[in-house]
Nanobody, 124 residues
Framework: QVQLAESGGELVQAGGSLRLSCAAS????????MGWFRQAPGKERNFVAAISRDGGVTNYADSAKGRFTISRTNAKNTIYLQMNSLKPEDTAVYYCAAGAGGVASADERAYDYWGQGTQVTVSS
């Protein structure tokens, strides 16, 4: 089992920045590739970014490219999502997830564990 806890979500103005964190506990963190997904009100959950076990491979949704950066620190069992130039359409609950059987996948079916989410609200 892996437990995931997101933090860092808050209300921010358009154009601002936020850094989300996801702390993992349980089994060996470095055994999992990790991802961020988001779900806006009334919409399905969508892929944002993912990172391989050693951090050497990253994958981004088109909406995140050039604005968001995913990273991880295995020594701290933590991944991050640095979000810059935020837009109102980035408003959503952001979830981190851990997967054992792939590499930086954009498919949520590849992930085995999920956090509870953190709310990001971007005001115009």
């Amino acid at each position: 089992q892996v437990q995931l806890a997101e933090s860092g979500g808050e209300l921010v103005q358009a154009g601002g920045s936020l850094r989300l964190s996801c702390a993992a506990s349980g089994r060996t963190f470095s055994a999992y590739f990790m991802g961020w997904f988001r779900q806006a009100p009334g919409k399905e959950r969508n892929f944002v970014a993912a990172i391989s076990r050693d951090g050497g491979v990253t994958n981004y949704a088109d909406s995140a490219k050039g604005r968001f950066t995913i990273s991880r620190t295995n020594a701290k069992n933590t991944i991050y999502l640095q979000m810059n130039s935020l837009k109102p359409e980035d408003t959503a609950v952001y979830y981190c997830a851990a997967g054992a059987g792939g590499v930086a996948s954009a498919d949520e079916r590849a992930y085995d564990y999920w956090g509870q989410g953190t709310q990001v609200t971007v005001s115009s």
